[in-house]
């Protein structure tokens, strides 16, 4: 073994790409190394890997097809030289980024890709289905998996590809105590504090702490247009603490509580079977909520932690990776799943009271909506949601508080829905003419194609649509479009 390959290298190599196996450790060296040949064989790696589980630098998280898959331990971490930590936390950032975004959702065992971009309207992709803060080994019926890094580095596939090997649970490792093992602690003790939540991401308990200090550096504020008019600011976190908002998202924050009667930020839920429930309803009405986001405090987030099971330690953490300025912020990603579950109880509440007035309650985030027969029973279900909001120390806008017959047009979050749900014929006309101008330009750009793409995908939302003459139409636009791409 060359001089170049002591230890700290080999470890430092297992901590950026971990879980990994013994050859794919020496892969990742030959592809990083200026001199590839210098690189250490599988072999020896793996005697390596053998000789540092002995020392508590690594754990075997997994042994595969005769191959046994490595992790480092905090103890390993701290092997390294202060460079080579700061050189593994920013590579395994921002490869966790890129593995996020070909990232896997699995519910009967198998595994599909995710694909397409976001919708033009809001959108979440947050799992339900575990019991909060349950670190176990059970995986939830529906869980958001992410591919393993150094499968990425596959030559066939390309480092933005996915990979059909999903096997970690935890990132890093595969149960609680592999977690507890690497952290160091006995059986049963881990808790998602520095330590516990650096090592299942598989960076440092350093870089963890100084995120969670001052999360407001991690940030950049911009502001973009309101279609009402306005100014909306978005305060979109950066690579390091964007990742740790995933992580919290998919594996910690998935249980908890949000009701059946929420279509956003919620699988399978979307404008699209908000507005149908709506549909031919004699009066429609609305209420939205002001500065939304914005109005869920700190307090609010570690008192619903607190109530769900977490650990004073995990609450502190938590609650400071996931706010800013003492409120969620709109453009993390943790947002709108605590703001799901911080409106659980008005959820119910609402939910059963429309129930036994013969009404109709859903809710798309800041959106609320309520419809029936009975024009004087949507008002007073309007007033008691205002009256339940304010108990809550939410607002209401009194412009965007409405209700509006059947005789008029009926728009439930930009869906029409007097007869079915649908959008409207303005916007599906634009839509039309975005596509037919794209497919006549000789040179599409990128950055249109995705756009389209995210058009089409809203529109078939809708089972209205489903088997339309449009969608075909704006297919064959597309694909005229993408093939010009190619060219």
């Not at 005769?66 to 395994?92: I, M, N, P």
């Not at 908002?245 to 404008?271: A, C, E, N, R, Y």
């Not at 409106?343 to 309520?370: H, K, P, Q, W």
């Amino acid at each position: 073994m060359s001089q170049i390959l002591n230890a700290p290298t080999i470890l430092l190599a297992l901590g950026v790409i971990q879980p990994a196996t013994s050859s794919e450790v020496s892969g990742f060296l030959a592809d990083i190394l200026p001199d590839p040949s210098a690189a250490p064989r599988g072999a020896l790696v793996h005697d390596f890997m053998k000789e540092r589980e002995g020392q508590g630098h690594v754990i075997r998280v997994e042994l595969r097809g005769g191959e046994s898959f490595y992790a480092l331990t905090l103890a390993g971490h701290r092997y390294l030289t202060v460079g080579q930590r700061k050189l593994r936390d920013k590579l395994r950032f921002f490869l966790l980024r890129d593995a996020h975004r070909v990232r896997f959702r699995s519910s009967d065992g198998g595994a599909t890709r995710l694909v397409g971009d976001a919708p033009t309207l809001e959108s979440s992709s947050s799992i339900k289905g575990c019991a909060a803060n349950n670190f176990g080994h059970s995986v939830p019926r529906v869980r958001t998996y992410w591919p393993r890094i150094s499968r990425q580095f596959d030559r066939s596939t390309g480092l933005s590809a996915p990979s059909s090997d999903t096997f970690p649970e935890w990132l890093s490792f595969r149960n609680r105590r592999q977690c507890e093992l690497a952290v160091g602690i006995e059986r049963g003790q881990f808790k998602l504090d520095y330590e516990g939540l650096a090592a299942s991401l598989g960076v440092s308990v350093k870089i963890v702490s100084q995120v969670s200090r001052r999360p407001a550096r991690h940030y950049r504020s911009f502001s973009i247009q309101k279609k009402s008019g306005g100014e909306r600011k978005i305060s979109s976190p950066r690579v390091f603490l964007k990742v740790m908002q995933w992580f919290l998202d998919d594996f910690i924050l998935d249980g908890l509580p949000v009701h059946s009667s929420v279509h956003s930020f919620v699988t399978g839920k979307s404008v699209a079977t908000n507005g149908k429930l709506h549909v031919c309803q004699s009066y429609v009405g609305s209420i939205d909520i002001e500065n939304y986001f914005g109005s869920i405090t700190k307090a609010m987030v570690q008192r619903l932690l607190l109530e769900n099971g977490f650990l004073d330690d995990e609450v502190s953490l938590i609650s400071a990776l996931t706010t800013l300025n003492d409120t969620l912020p709109q453009g993390a990603p943790t947002s709108a799943t605590l703001s799901n579950a911080i409106l659980y109880g008005f959820d119910c509440d609402m939910a059963m009271s429309c129930e036994e007035a013969g009404l109709v309650y859903s809710r798309y985030a800041d959106d609320i909506t309520i419809s029936g027969s009975s024009r004087e029973a949507v008002e007073r279900a309007l007033s008691r949601a205002k009256r339940q909001l304010a108990n809550r120390s939410f607002r209401t806008n009194p412009s965007k508080t409405r209700i509006v017959s059947d005789r008029a047009r009926q728009v439930v979050t930009g869906v029409v829905v007097n007869a079915v749900a649908q959008p409207s014929r303005t916007y599906r006309r634009n839509v039309r003419a975005k596509f037919h101008n794209a497919a006549k330009q000789k040179t599409p750009a990128g950055v249109e194609i995705r756009a389209l793409a995210g058009h089409l995908a809203y529109l078939k939302m809708f089972s209205s649509l489903t088997g339309s003459r449009q969608i075909a139409a704006l297919e064959r636009d597309l694909r005229k479009v993408r093939a010009k791409k190619q060219e």
